[in-house]
């Protein structure tokens, strides 16, 4: 039997180990799979790390509903300022169709031989534009279709004024004119048409829309303003570069208004007390420049809106449609611009200067705003108007 005392690893020829030592590795101690190692935590830091955790969340919470909510606070207008889109016009196209409208010379009896053709053209021919002394009418009708009941205070008014009529610069028949009407409309923000709009021969504007801050758009000059006294501008600045002013007559009241702006003379406290909102009591223009706008505008402009409508009875047209066909009596071309209401959107703006809603058009019931888009549609697609802004 051989007995081994020693069991060597090393060769015997060098004494470099034949196999690697192992090192010494210490004992693990087995875990079963159902043990999870805790780090240990006091009970007071577990429940200020919940608190914590809950703070985050309701912080991350009003964080989303202040990104919800805080555009909705501020104002539309402010909104639209500050927006790149109100730097380019909206439509090139309408842009373009205006210059090459202006490019052309201007077309003598434009309007006129395009209006012919409509079944109700007979009505819009040959209408007074401004009441004139030494012309009696009879007024069948009170304000704003006559002046039935308003005679004496018109008598006080004319006297009052050295030129009621049409001025020299619109009796002449032999020059070719081109009217503009300019809405208040929505549709004209951004349209960079005011250059445009400058261009025309006779601008016709209606009640405070305002000129001032918006002339890249409507452009800086006014020929009639077409108002009555509560629809009168308070800045003195708005009348700088107009020419006249066409008083529409509602009440009797609005007739000393006009004498009372005229001659200087203020209306007592308690006239002032029967006008549905604040009035001016002067308006820096020379007397001249101060006209009444004829009520026959008014009225055959409504018994035309009749033929559009299922309501029974006169109708009072806009003023917007009044001063088209004011227009077309003292021009040979007439373009609309700022006109149409799109009741499909009514979140859309209703006008350029301010931040009230296409919707606010139906709480009113004075107009038939229906009725007027048909009757200005037929206007267009007969050729004897143009419009600017396309909304129609």
């Not at 069991?7 to 799979?33: F, K």
Request: charged fraction near 20%.
């Amino acid at each position: 039997m051989v007995t081994l005392n020693h069991l060597s690893v090393e060769d015997p020829d060098d004494g470099s180990p034949l196999l690697p030592v192992a090192a010494e590795t210490p004992t693990l101690t087995p875990v079963s799979h159902r043990q999870r190692v805790i780090p240990k935590m006091e009970s007071r830091d577990f429940f200020l790390s919940r608190k914590a955790n809950l703070a985050s969340s309701l912080l991350v919470l009003m964080g989303c509903y202040l990104v919800i909510l805080i555009p909705a606070y501020f104002p539309m207008d402010k909104m639209t300022a500050d927006s790149d889109d109100h730097q380019y016009p909206k439509d090139l196209v309408l842009l373009n169709h205006s210059a090459s409208l202006l490019s052309h010379p201007c077309q003598p009896h434009w309007c006129l031989n395009h209006l012919k053709p409509l079944s109700f053209s007979k009505r819009l021919l040959d209408i007074p534009v401004f009441v004139q002394q030494g012309r009696p009418a009879e007024w069948a009708l009170g304000p704003p279709l006559g002046l039935h009941g308003s005679e004496e205070h018109l008598a006080l008014t004319l006297a009052s004024m050295p030129e009621p009529g049409l001025p020299p610069s619109l009796k002449t028949k032999d020059s070719c004119r081109r009217c503009v009407v300019v809405g208040n409309g929505g549709v004209l923000q951004g349209s960079h048409l005011g250059p445009h709009i400058d261009q025309y021969d006779v601008i016709i504007r209606m009640n405070n829309a305002p000129v001032v801050g918006f002339e890249r758009d409507v452009g800086s000059r006014t020929t009639i303003r077409l108002m009555y006294p509560e629809g009168a501008p308070h800045s003195a600045n708005e009348y700088r570069k107009t020419s006249m002013i066409a008083l529409v007559v509602f009440k009797s009241l609005d007739l000393d208004w006009l004498t009372s702006v005229i001659t200087k003379k203020p209306l007592s406290f308690w006239s002032k007390m029967w006008f549905w909102r604040e009035v001016v009591d002067d308006i820096p223009l020379s007397p001249e420049s101060f006209k009444i706008l004829h009520p026959e505008i008014i009225h055959k402009t409504g018994q035309v809106l009749q033929k559009y409508t299922l309501k029974q009875g006169n109708m009072n047209p806009t003023l917007g449609a009044s001063a088209l066909v004011m227009a077309m009596q003292l021009c040979d071309q007439v373009s609309l611009a700022g006109f149409g209401y799109n009741m499909q959107h009514p979140e859309a703006r209703l006008h350029y200067y301010e931040a009230i809603r296409m919707d606010a058009m139906k709480a009113q019931v004075v107009h038939d705003v229906s009725a007027e888009k048909l009757f200005l549609r037929d206007l267009v697609a007969a050729g004897a108007v143009t419009d600017l802004t396309g909304a129609l």
